[in-house]
Every structure is written in structure tokens, then in C-alpha cells.
């Protein structure tokens, strides 16, 4: 696996390989010292065309844990707004001997496409509204700690389906990992085909909430309501909400998931954040870390970790 | 001593014992490689939701030569602006895995609120009006360098006392260490009420120069002079600045302090700060990496420093 | 040698010995952890005044793979437009213990300046249109590898010299390592008097194209259009550009240099950049690192790299 560009591209085994990889670094991150030598020597460069805090600071925290050295490339959408510019920039970074490159773009396929123009291995940290598999992957890995196991397991994912690459990142690796997934929202957030994920589609939340394993609810953009693709935040919550009396429906195993940052009291009441211990929020962010760990450690290191014999020291497990 | 958010907190032993720590981390400083792996593994977040080079530099160094892996998140405080916000930021660094947070916030009380919501060691950087405790134990520790002990000095401390939070930190820093402390100034930069300090209040700075060991000056902010509570710049040199005229009448032991960034031809002029040796200005900046990294070590550490048997070296010591 | 601050303060045995190291490194980059501890301790600011994306990365990258600490300084010009400022600014990152200071300014002599103002290592990283010592060493070194030795050999510098401090570096440094240079562009573009240089001039690039071993082309700045110095790049293109048409009177071995980012079509066409392997652009990008890692080890390491005797390793050596 050089890349990771979409979760499309990774068959059931390689998820949960990489999920179990991620159970072991999060492991490592329990240590007094939480940190291997996995990626000494190696550069991983965080080319983030759009702000980011959180999802940076996270693959941020991944490589050092990892021993790798991190250079920070911020730069403003403004000046490279022409795909030749992008080249240029990327394949200056380049040159200067990097291994990995994390990218965030606003245009969707941006990082499949810078993986065409160098050689070093490129990791999707969102573009546009077509992928975020580390998202994804993060997400499954809290439901999977929370629930066991996938497979079987009934899930909604709520909200603007159409304009999120989270949702269609995590359709693909639900229903990869053996999830029934329905999405939920009003028509104008539909994706126009929901052919080429293997979901179902629901127009409203109620119906479902008895049983559900995990409610995956999305952050509504302020830029929807200034298309009127939703009438008023007020008619959402209504509608698809997770208001408290929504989430005594769901069963006491169920899940709540949400990306952040939440609007509260609009997809979600803050009665449900506060007091809800199946609200999972901070579960997710805190997954963020070794799951960037164990992707960073498939595309640039020796393979599985720890590498090495299971029942020996591995040279990767050493403490740095 | 988890957290270090106002000089309040520390009674006078603990601010004797950082400050013992700060020497023994000066010495540290002195080595060719003037690192130690006290904080090895430990995760520092810089979160300054207030702009500041030069405290932020000082404590990402003084983290780094404790080995700690230091995080900066900085971030504009316009969308921050609602409490609310503001938690879940912090709680959401907080998931990532982090060990302490050093906040800089315009809001008064913000790392002591912060300190509430999550479990990690919380330094505060400098809160609105309220308190910048690191700068008051780093002029603590120049004065002590230059005077031996605070006990029974004078100290006059000049400008504008009431929207000051160095002034609030080094009132009570000073005066836990013995010293006897005059703040001195206009009547519309002084504070509603004196009474919560152990203070002398005087309006004139001339009648005390003979009599000071040690003279520290405010920077002026311009804003009061909109506020009209400063009638000119002039007009408060000619009351309160640190002239070469009044410099003079100092005694020779006299240390002159100022936090930076100094307005030369207002709180004091070039005449003094280029010739007299008394000014400890850049000894301030110096003793900022120390005593951060004592106060570092002190809430993150396994206690005073050097840790273990004094007479052997300790694993704190060694050098990375 | 304890600052780079010109090019002409180095003889060409100075500069082939920087040279010779930066082969070293380049050797070093090569290894599967490319570092080395020979700045094991020191730290290293990169005080950028004005904007660079890419030779700041550079000169960070280089840092870190010797194992230097890295603190960057990221200031807006605008707050610092007073020389008065700028040295406050500088003896305050000073006064924190640092070793060497990175200098990017958009005033001529800036770098200078700071050297008189305290005492760390002072390499210039681009001062207004003085000096660029960091790029000529690059670009000389990317010469010597594809032509063997400049020695002899004839190199044009085409376009803007006048407002260039890469085009003044380069003179100097091509010049002292024995290069035969001719400047090349418009007179509006030349600068007042060529004296200072051991170089040629010329106005059309098109009679000298079968001769050179080289041609070095300077970015065309749009401000230059603006003071109607240049009537427009299709006009510049027609005389000056490197059109297939002229690339193809080159001879084989010519090497084409370019310091980036070009605009193809004025200076430089996309035929010639997309196919022609005597581009040597990422090739000058690579060159960086290795380059500013021997600049930064003769201004502050023990001397030549490798230090210690030449058949044993040396301290400076062992793999971090």
C-alpha cells in the first residue's frame, strides 16, 4: 500500500488490518515514553491547501509518535488556485527529499492527482467533497471498540449526504467492514445516485432509531441554508435532529457519532452531548492519532507492525 | 502543583523552589548540549488564542530542552469568540492525547476555566487583565540574580497598574518574597481598590528614586491614550518616564526591568537603555527559557529537579 | 567562517570547500536515515521577515538532519518597518540562547546589520536585491555536478539583473569558481554600472546560444511591467525567453537553470521545461538541503564534515 487516497481502494482485509495495526499503536500511545522509532529518518510533509487544526494537528502528533520528522507546508488556496501552480508547489516540496505527503485540497481528486506527479507516497486528509478516508477509518475503529465488530451492525449516517466526503468515505468503509448503512435526510442533501454505495435511503430519522447500532450524524454548513437546500436549522432539528427524546429511542448499546465541530441544537442537542455516555465525539478525535499512526506506518514502513517476530523485540517496537 | 494559572496559588516556598529549579536549568543552558530528557515523551501544546512571538518562542524552547514534544496550535481568537466554542476546542486538543497546555487567552480566567474541563497540566501564558505568572517568576528570578534575595527591597513598580496583568503577577510575586512594593503611576491607571495586595500607592516616581532597588516599567498601550485615561506620551515621560535624569538619582545597585516591547521616548528613554548597565531587559528574556522550563517540569515532572539522589546522576540529568 | 552573509566575502577555495561538503551531505541524504548529529544541541532560528515558502523549508530540512533544533520566526514586515524595531526584535530571539539566526528581509543589508547587533551565526537566506549566497552555492553546485568544474566554462544570466539578488550572487560565485559569465537582458534591466563584476554584457541572447555551457534564467518579477522597465512578456519572450526553438542551439551538455517559480511562457516555455533534460530546476530544489547543511556546519560545526580523521568515523558521523 504506497497510498492512501480513498477508502474505494481497500479491500475488507487491508481495513481491518489497518485497524488492528491501530489497536496496537494505541497501545504504544498507554507507554510512559508514547512513542516508536518506526519512521526514523523518514519526512512526512503536511501540505495543507485548506485550514485545518484538528485533522493537521492529529497527523501531526501520528508521525512524531512515530519518530518521523514533520515539516508543516501551510499555504493559502489564493496562490495556487491553477492546477500548474499545484504541480510546481508539489513537485518542490519534492525535491527537497520528502517520503510522504498528507494532503488536504478543496478540489476533490487532488491528492489522486498529485500521486501521479511525484514519487512519494500521498495520504488524503480530505479533498472536496469526494474522500476522507482517514475520517473513515478513525470512525470504523471507534465502532468497531464500541461494538465489537461491523458486520451486521445497522448504522445511519444523517444529514448532508450530498455535500460530504465523510459520508461517502464512511458508506464505503461500513459497508466494506459487513455494516447495513441507511442514509438519512431531506432530498435536497441526497447524493442525485446512491448506485454506487451498496446503502439504503430513508427521508426520515424516526422510524429507524429502534434499531440502530451507531447514528452517524454530519455537520450542516452554514453555506447550505444560503442555497436553500435546507429551509431553516430549526425545520432540521425537527425533522433529523438528535434531540434527547430522539436518542431514548435508540437502543443503550447504540452509538452517536459526529465529525465535529457540532452545532448544537441543530443536528444535535446539547442534552444529548453533555450527558449521553453512548456520544462517542471524543473517542473519535482521540482514535485520530493511532489510526494516522498505523497509516502512516502502511505506506512508508516495513509492512505490519511491529514488524518483526511476534514473540521478539521488533527493532520497531524499540522505545526511542 | 498541577497547574501554574495565577502567582496567587503559590505561597512562598514553592516560588523559592521554582525559582532554585531555574537556576539549576540556567546551568543546563551552559552545556554544549543543553538539553535534558526530563520530559521525554510528554506531549506540550502551545495555545495561544492571543497573538505573541516572543512568550511563545520562550516556552517552545524551554519545552524542547526538556525533551517534551512541543504542539502549536495557534489560532485567530474571532472563532473562538463564544465560550462554548472554546471548550470544545480545548477538549478536542485534549482527546489527541496531550499532557499540558499553555494558554494565552484576552479573556481573564480562561486557563483556570480550561483547567476545569480537562485533565491536562494547564499553564497560564498571560489571561487578559488577570495574570501572566511566568513573568513574574522570571523577573523574580533576574531580580534575585542581581540582588541576592527580594527580601526587604523596593521595588517600584510604574505605568499602568490597572489593565496590567504583569503588574497583578509581580505585585503578588514580589511581595510573597519579602519585598516591600510601591506601584506607582496616575490615578487612572491604578486599580479601583489596592486592598487585595500588600501595596504602597504613590503619583510620583521622583521622591522614591533615591530609596528603590529596583524599578520596574509598564508598556504604554496606546489604547488608553484613546481611552483618554494618559493625556499624552509626553505628558506621562514627564511624570513617570525612566529618564537618563532620573536614572541618575538611582542607586548604583538599582536593577531596571521592563517585559518588552519598550516605547523608548515614553516609559523610558534610549539614553538609558543603550548606556546603563542597571537595565536587565534582555536578562528578562533570558531567564524566560529556565524558569518555563522549571515551571514545565515542575507540573509535568517527577518533582524538583534534579530528580533522584543528588549525589549520583539522576535520569533527569543525563543528556539526550 | 562564522556568517554567510555575501558571496563575495568567500575566496573560491571558501567555496569549493563548501562545495565538497555539500557533496558529503548529499552522500548523507542518500542513507535510510539521513541524518547526522553534527549540530546536536544547537538551535537554529529561521527568522523570515519576508515570505518563502520553499527556502525556508529548505534551510529547515537542512537544519533537522543535523540534528539541530529548529525554531521558526514568522513575522510580517509590516510590524517591524522601524530598524529601531527590527534590532529589539533580534536581541529579544537572542537573548533566548540561540546559535545561529536564518535571515530572509526585504532590506539590502539586513543580514549585515543583525551581525553587528548580537552574536550568533548569521546566514543570509535573500536581502533585498543585495545577496542570495544560499541559492549561488546551490546552483554552483548543480553546475559542477552536471559539468564537472566551472572552470572555463561560459554561463548567461538572462533577464532582470539589475533588480536581482540572485543574478549578483551568482556573478560572484560563477566568476570566482572560474566561470566566463555574460548578463544577458534588456538595458532597462541592467544594472547602472557592471564594474564591480568580472562579467559581460549583452542585449540579445540569440548570437551567444551555440557557446554556452550554461544559461541561467531570472524569474521576470510583474512589478517590473508596472515601472514600464520591460513593454510585456510576450515582447521579452520574443528576445529573451527560452523558446524550444533557442533551446534546440543549445549545446548538448548546456545545463538550463532557473531559481523558480517560473512563468512559463515569458522566461522559460513549458516545451522546453516539460521535456528537455538539461532542465536542471529540481535538480537546484534538491541541492538545497545538502548545500545549506554544509553552510550552516562551516558557521557553526567544528570545520569541514566529516569531522575527526578521514578513516575513521567520526563523531559528527554517527547516525543519529
Known amino acids: 500500500m504506497k497510498h492512501l487516497l480513498s477508502i474505494r481502494d481497500l479491500d475488507a482485509d487491508t481495513l481491518t488490518a489497518l485497524l488492528d495495526d491501530a489497536d496496537r499503536f494505541a497501545e504504544v500511545l498507554t507507554r510512559s515514553v508514547p512513542k516508536v522509532p518506526a519512521l526514523r529518518g523518514k519526512t512526512v510533509v503536511l501540505a495543507f491547501f485548506e485550514d485545518s487544526t484538528r485533522t493537521r494537528s492529529s497527523f501531526d ?15 493559502g488556496s489564493s496562490s495556487l488556485s ?5 504541480r510546481d508547489t508539489v513537485e518542490t516540496i519534492h525535491a527537497m527529499g520528502i517520503d510522504a505527503m498528507v494532503v488536504r485540497h478543496r478540489s476533490s481528486g487532488a491528492p489522486g492527482q498529485i500521486s501521479e506527479w511525484i514519487d512519494a507516497s500521498i495520504v488524503n486528509a480530505g479533498d472536496g467533497w469526494h474522500q ?3 475520517q473513515a477509518l478513525l470512525d470504523s475503529f471507534v465502532l468497531r471498540r464500541r461494538l ?18 465523510v459520508a461517502r468515505s464512511n458508506m464505503e468503509a461500513f459497508t466494506a467492514l459487513g455494516a447495513r448503512v441507511t442514509i ?27 434499531e440502530l447500532d451507531a447514528v452517524y450524524l454530519l455537520r450542516i454548513q452554514n453555506e447550505r441554508l444560503d442555497e436553500v437546500l435546507i429551509p431553516s436549522n430549526r425545520e432540521f432539528r425537527s425533522r433529523f435532529g438528535l434531540t434527547a427524546e430522539r436518542a431514548r429511542r435508540l437502543p443503550d448499546h447504540a452509538v452517536i457519532c459526529h465529525p465535529g465541530p457540532m452545532n ?19 473517542d473519535q478525535v ?35
Chains 1, 2, 3 share one sequence.
Open 82 to 86: 491553477k492546477g500548474e501552480s499545484l
Open 184 to 210: 438519512v435526510g431531506p432530498e435536497t442533501l441526497m447524493p442525485a445516485s446512491v448506485s454506487p454505495w451498496n446503502v439504503e435511503v430513508a427521508h426520515s430519522l424516526d422510524p429507524l432509531l429502534g
Open 264 to 282: 448544537l441544537g441543530v443536528e444535535i442537542d446539547r442534552e444529548v452531548t453533555a450527558n449521553d455516555t453512548r456520544v462517542a465525539v471524543l
Open 286 to 320: 482521540a482514535a485520530g492519532v493511532p489510526v494516522r499512526m498505523a497509516v502512516l506506518y502502511h505506506v512508508l514502513g516495513p509492512g505490519r507492525f511491529p514488524a518483526g517476530d511476534a514473540g521478539t523485540p521488533a527493532s520497531a517496537e524499540e522505545v526511542v
Open 148 to 165: 465489537g465488530s461491523l458486520e451486521g451492525r445497522h448504522i445511519a449516517i444523517v444529514g448532508d449526504i450530498a455535500h460530504s466526503r
Open 61 to 75: 502528533l501520528a508521525a512524531r509518535r512515530l519518530s518521523a520528522d514533520v515539516v508543516n507546508f501551510a499555504a
Open 132 to 134: 476522507h478516508p482517514t
